[in-house]
């Protein structure tokens, strides 16, 4: 009895493979199978090589795996690059209009005569794939019917009749049944969505974004969902106008998020040292991408942790969290925007390229109990001072119009009344009321989850990761009974927890997809010190099967 | 309410004969006059800053007030705007805010026509900075960072806004203040995105007012609304030659602005958890 199973279904950009995948997923949920899909695209409208990698199994996982079980090949170039993957067991379909050179033993159905003969459009190529597919896997066509029905906009009954001539492909080629698990049946969804539903849940008022490779499809997903929820969304010339728009909905009270990747987070930077003098509560999401510059756009990389603790002039507080999968990614969303109003700070969610565009079976059952963080609010008595003194550093916030209030905001140094001020004493004071807000914030992150542990929590060996890693380290930890230790919260670092965590530990290994270790080093200026890195910058996220072999190299 | 009480208690430091004090002596008693008549509740009006000398308004006035940075004041106020269209906001910037540093987001506000008035403060100079060129500084302007004399032409703001969509498009001057008040008072009752050039004279790096007494006249039987006239009025003076500068409001139409239906877009959801999980539901 297989445990789980891997189906990569590859073809051109604009064969409809993320669909395709999408799908698969879909399949195997109905089934009770936790899913995770990786998309693989270059940077391209139409042509190139597109690939997903569906990935199933009766226990929770967030990472792909090298080898698959069924290679589902919509052109030539499929088949070419990823025969690797194949294992003796697996199982090759493909469509033979196209595949001039297929390998033996694998199965070439006329896909695009199906979808022509169905009077279906020739996308639908990928609808005969699947329906191949499910025979192969034994998954019965009730369950094919019932998915395609849910996921296909247009022309559904000709869709059907491609995938029943392709299934009927595969018929007496495989007595293949695949066995029913037992995982909640649960939301297949991207990062992306969950980034964008866990903000909702947080309340936000608008988002505001420029497009940007990994992080659109929090710009797509929430303008699709925009009139559902009442709140705005808008994409204006260039990532400055972004967040200083952010702030302006912020300064009137609305909670206002943005989105972006490293080049358009370095426009933001202004604002972001700007949201941290003038107290202005904001949320930046930033998903890596692989750089520098230009760099690898549609490919993934954690290359960019000391930038975003970093970014912006002068000192300032500021939040730092990198979820590790979707479940977090939810939480968090929601709570970063509650801890941005609650501290009048920005507050940024770090993602990457994998985190953001993979998909995940995600449990709301395990992200739920999000704490209220409420603003503290003016109460309308005397005379409003926009940065009214106050022992945690948190000043009431009024938002125009409003009687009695004159509201004022300022980027220089300033007054409890907002007005301009360069004295020595004022300055100072202005200052250390920013401390204190983060003396207050450390505080308040002691009562929440900011890192997790798991893996074998006795081993003397820890494996170090933050982000998207959570999901190969988590599965490699268990499998080699390792200690997997992972801040959610990077800034300000959970230093006392980290030490916690290592108790007992003699072997660190920080685990990151970058070539210089940015955890690395900000464990290093805690105290801590990775004794291996095993580090990755291909753009590429770390498969299981790689992660385990890179481990073992370098030694547990 | 009365202009005087609009003022605050901060210690003014604008040099003495600067233009800044009458775009400040203009704006109090159009903002007392708007709020006595029921026009504009002052609670209701957001002044928006860039920064640079003209930045210092937000200082000197008891209003709302959000003192950005260089060059964004237009975003800032088109944020404030979308979340709240009963506020009243109103944008004060510098020539080099507007027209250099931030350039795209002027183009872009007269573009979408958002409910929002953009006084620049047009010295056409870099005054903060202790002169250098701005954007409409003359050729052969002989700043700190040009001091052989600026090689190249300025730009006619009010053509690169007109060009852009913009709705409302006037030219003031500090010495001329009635016309400056009866302009910018025009200009905020507009519903659409408003702007007014205003010549406002540096005197101590650019002192411009013997050319302005000489050459600004004020635009009289115009049709703001004609636009062959606008563009020929606009075309007048380039910034550039000392030909005769006309003052008033160019060009004025009605259009549909930005973010008109945000409100109704607005209203608060109480159950978000359930909606949520009837949102993730449409992915099993």
């Given at each position: 009895?297989?445990?789980?199973?891997?189906?990569l279904?590859?073809g051109?950009?604009?064969?409809?493979?993320?669909?395709?995948?999408?799908?698969?997923?879909?399949l195997?949920?109905?089934?009770?199978?936790?899913?995770?899909?990786y998309?693989?695209?270059?940077?391209?409208?139409?042509g190139?090589?597109?690939f997903?990698?569906?990935?199933?199994a009766?226990?929770?996982?967030?990472?792909?795996?090298?080898?698959?079980?069924?290679?589902?090949?919509?052109?030539?170039?499929?088949?070419?690059?990823?025969?690797?993957?194949?294992?003796?067991?697996?199982?090759?379909?493909?469509?033979?209009?196209?595949?001039?050179?297929?390998?033996a033993?694998?199965?070439g159905?006329?896909?695009?005569?199906?979808?022509k003969?169905?009077?279906?459009?020739?996308?639908?190529?990928?609808?005969?794939l699947i329906?191949?597919?499910?025979?192969?896997?034994?998954?019965?066509?009730?369950?094919?019917?019932?998915?395609?029905?849910k996921?296909?906009?247009?022309?559904?009954?000709?869709?059907l009749?491609?995938?029943?001539?392709g299934?009927?492909?595969?018929?007496?080629?495989?007595?293949?049944?695949?066995?029913?698990?037992?995982?909640?049946?649960?939301?297949?969804?991207?990062?992306?969505?969950?980034?964008?539903?866990?903000?909702?849940?947080?309340?936000?008022?608008?988002?505001?974004?420029?497009?940007?490779?990994?992080s659109?499809?929090?710009?797509?997903?929430?303008?699709?969902?925009?009139?559902?929820?009442?709140?705005?969304?808008?994409?204006?010339?260039?990532?400055?106008?972004?967040?200083?728009?952010?702030?302006?909905?912020?300064?009137?009270?609305?909670?206002?998020?943005?989105?972006?990747?490293?080049?358009?987070?370095?426009?933001?930077?202004?604002?972001?040292?700007?949201?941290g003098?003038?107290?202005?509560?904001?949320?930046?999401?930033?998903?890596?991408?692989?750089?520098?510059?230009?760099?690898?756009?549609?490919?993934?990389?954690?290359?960019?942790?000391p930038?975003?603790?970093?970014?912006?002039?002068?000192?300032?507080?500021?939040?730092?969290?990198?979820p590790?999968?979707?479940?977090?990614?939810?939480?968090?969303?929601a709570?970063a925007?509650?801890?941005?109003?609650?501290?009048?700070?920005?507050?940024?969610?770090?993602?990457?390229k994998?985190?953001?565009?993979?998909?995940?079976?995600?449990?709301v059952?395990?992200?739920?109990?999000?704490?209220?963080?409420?603003?503290?609010?003016?109460?309308?008595?005397?005379?409003?001072?926009?940065?009214?003194?106050?022992?945690?550093?948190?000043?009431?916030?009024a938002?125009?119009?409003?009687?009695?209030?004159?509201?004022?905001?300022?980027?220089?140094?300033?007054?409890?009344?907002?007005?301009?001020?360069?004295?020595?004493?004022?300055?100072?004071?202005?200052?250390?009321?920013?401390?204190?807000?983060?003396r207050?914030?450390?505080?308040?992150?002691?009562?929440?989850?900011t890192?997790?542990?798991?893996?074998?929590?006795?081993?003397?060996?820890?494996?170090?990761?933050?982000?998207?890693?959570?999901?190969?380290?988590?599965?490699?930890?268990?499998?080699?009974?390792?200690?997997?230790?992972?801040?959610?919260?990077?800034?300000?670092?959970?230093?006392?927890?980290f030490?916690?965590?290592?108790?007992?530990?003699?072997?660190?290994?920080?685990?990151?997809?970058?070539?210089?270790?940015?955890?690395?080093?900000?464990?290093?200026?805690?105290?801590?010190?990775?004794?291996?890195?095993?580090?990755?910058?291909?753009?590429?996220?770390?498969?299981?099967?790689?992660?385990?072999?890179?481990?073992?190299?370098?030694?547990? | 309410?009365?202009?005087?009480?609009?003022?605050?208690?901060?210690?003014?430091?604008?040099c003495?004969?600067?233009?800044?004090?009458?775009?400040?002596?203009?704006?109090?008693?159009?903002?007392?006059?708007?709020?006595?008549?029921g026009?504009?509740?002052?609670?209701n009006?957001?002044?928006?800053?860039g920064?640079?000398c003209?930045?210092?308004?937000?200082?000197?006035?008891?209003?709302?007030?959000f003192y950005?940075?260089h060059?964004?004041?237009?975003?800032?106020?088109?944020?404030?705007?979308?979340?709240?269209?009963?506020?009243?906001?109103?944008?004060?910037?510098?020539?080099?805010?507007?027209?250099a540093e931030?350039?795209d987001?002027?183009?872009?506000?007269?573009?979408?026509?958002?409910?929002?008035?953009?006084?620049?403060?047009?010295?056409r100079?870099?005054?903060?900075?202790?002169?250098?060129?701005?954007?409409?500084?003359?050729?052969?302007?002989a700043?700190?960072?040009?001091?052989?004399?600026?090689?190249?032409?300025?730009?006619?703001?009010l053509?690169m806004?007109f060009?852009?969509?913009?709705?409302?498009?006037?030219?003031?001057?500090?010495?001329r203040?009635?016309?400056?008040?009866?302009?910018?008072?025009?200009?905020?009752?507009?519903?659409?995105?408003?702007?007014?050039?205003?010549?406002?004279?540096?005197?101590?790096?650019?002192?411009?007012?013997?050319?302005?007494?000489?050459?600004?006249?004020?635009?009289?039987?115009?049709?703001?609304?004609?636009?062959?006239?606008?563009?020929?009025?606009?075309?007048?003076?380039?910034?550039?030659?000392?030909?005769?500068?006309p003052?008033?409001i160019?060009?004025?139409?009605?259009?549909p602005?930005?973010?008109?239906?945000?409100?109704?877009?607005?209203?608060?959801?109480?159950?978000?958890e359930?909606?949520?999980?009837?949102?993730?539901?449409?992915?099993?």
């Amino acid at each position: 009895m297989r445990d789980e199973f891997s189906v990569l279904v590859g073809g051109k950009a604009g064969d409809g493979i993320t669909e395709a995948g999408m799908i698969i997923a879909r399949l195997y949920n109905q089934l009770g199978y936790c899913l995770y899909q990786y998309l693989d695209y270059p940077s391209l409208i139409r042509g190139g090589h597109n690939f997903a990698i569906v990935r199933a199994a009766g226990k929770k996982i967030g990472a792909p795996r090298d080898g698959v079980d069924y290679l589902l090949a919509l052109n030539q170039d499929t088949i070419d690059r990823h025969s690797w993957r194949l294992r003796e067991s697996s199982i090759v379909i493909y469509d033979s209009d196209e595949v001039k050179a297929p390998l033996a033993g694998g199965v070439g159905l006329p896909l695009k005569t199906f979808a022509k003969e169905s009077g279906a459009p020739p996308i639908a190529r990928n609808v005969g794939l699947i329906g191949a597919f499910s025979r192969a896997a034994g998954i019965e066509e009730e369950i094919v019917e019932k998915v395609l029905r849910k996921e296909i906009p247009k022309a559904i009954d000709e869709n059907l009749e491609v995938a029943r001539r392709g299934r009927a492909g595969l018929e007496g080629r495989s007595d293949a049944r695949v066995d029913k698990r037992s995982y909640p049946c649960c939301p297949v969804i991207t990062g992306n969505e969950i980034f964008g539903l866990g903000l909702l849940r947080g309340g936000l008022d608008a988002y505001v974004a420029y497009p940007m490779t990994p992080s659109s499809g929090v710009l797509h997903f929430l303008a699709k969902v925009a009139a559902e929820f009442s709140i705005k969304v808008v994409h204006p010339e260039n990532e400055i106008a972004v967040i200083l728009m952010a702030e302006g909905f912020a300064y009137a009270g609305k909670k206002a998020a943005v989105g972006t990747s490293g080049g358009g987070f370095c426009l933001m930077n202004e604002g972001m040292s700007l949201a941290g003098m003038a107290e202005i509560p904001l949320v930046v999401l930033v998903s890596q991408r692989a750089g520098p510059s230009t760099g690898v756009p549609t490919y993934t990389a954690q290359a960019d942790l000391p930038f975003v603790m970093n970014a912006g002039h002068g000192e300032f507080p500021r939040l730092v969290i990198a979820p590790g999968d979707a479940e977090e990614a939810f939480f968090w969303s929601a709570a970063a925007l509650g801890l941005a109003w609650r501290y009048q700070i920005p507050v940024v969610l770090l993602s990457d390229k994998t985190l953001s565009e993979s998909a995940y079976s995600f449990n709301v059952e395990e992200a739920r109990e999000i704490p209220e963080f409420g603003p503290v609010l003016w109460d309308g008595d005397g005379d409003y001072r926009r940065y009214a003194s106050a022992e945690d550093g948190i000043s009431p916030l009024a938002f125009p119009p409003r009687t009695g209030a004159v509201v004022k905001a300022n980027s220089y140094a300033h007054l409890p009344s907002g007005i301009t001020t360069e004295e020595p004493r004022a300055i100072e004071a202005g200052q250390d009321k920013l401390l204190r807000k983060k003396r207050r914030l450390v505080e308040e992150l002691e009562r929440l989850k900011t890192l997790n542990v798991s893996g074998d929590r006795r081993s003397s060996t820890a494996v170090v990761c933050w982000g998207s890693n959570k999901g190969p380290c988590g599965e490699v930890g268990e499998e080699l009974g390792l200690r997997v230790v992972q801040p959610v919260v990077v800034s300000p670092f959970p230093a006392d927890l980290f030490r916690e965590a290592l108790r007992g530990v003699e072997r660190t290994i920080s685990v990151e997809t970058n070539s210089t270790g940015g955890m690395a080093k900000l464990i290093r200026s805690c105290g801590f010190e990775a004794d291996r890195l095993v580090l990755k910058y291909d753009g590429r996220p770390f498969s299981v099967d790689e992660l385990e072999e890179r481990l073992l190299e370098v030694g547990i | 309410m009365k202009a005087q009480d609009l003022g605050t208690a901060a210690p003014n430091t604008w040099c003495p004969g600067c233009g800044n004090f009458a775009i400040l002596n203009a704006i109090k008693p159009v903002l007392a006059e708007l709020d006595g008549a029921g026009l504009v509740p002052k609670e209701n009006v957001v002044v928006v800053t860039g920064i640079g000398c003209h930045g210092k308004i937000a200082d000197y006035l008891q209003v709302n007030s959000f003192y950005a940075i260089h060059g964004r004041a237009i975003p800032v106020a088109t944020g404030i705007k979308l979340a709240d269209p009963d506020l009243t906001v109103i944008c004060f910037a510098g020539d080099g805010d507007a027209y250099a540093e931030g350039l795209d987001h002027l183009i872009f506000a007269a573009k979408r026509n958002v409910d929002v008035t953009t006084i620049v403060h047009d010295n056409r100079v870099y005054g903060l900075t202790t002169g250098q060129y701005t954007p409409t500084s003359p050729s052969g302007f002989a700043g700190r960072s040009t001091p052989e004399g600026l090689e190249v032409s300025p730009i006619n703001p009010l053509e690169m806004v007109f060009a852009s969509g913009g709705t409302f498009i006037a030219r003031g001057y500090s010495n001329r203040i009635d016309l400056l008040k009866e302009t910018i008072r025009e200009a905020i009752l507009h519903r659409g995105f408003s702007f007014v050039d205003v010549l406002q004279v540096c005197a101590t790096f650019f002192n411009m007012y013997d050319l302005y007494n000489r050459r600004t006249y004020a635009l009289e039987e115009h049709d703001p609304q004609d636009v062959v006239q606008a563009q020929a009025k606009m075309v007048e003076w380039d910034y550039n030659s000392d030909g005769p500068i006309p003052l008033g409001i160019f060009h004025r139409r009605a259009a549909p602005t930005f973010g008109d239906n945000f409100e109704k877009f607005n209203s608060k959801i109480p159950d978000l958890e359930g909606k949520v999980r009837r949102v993730l539901k449409g992915y099993i």
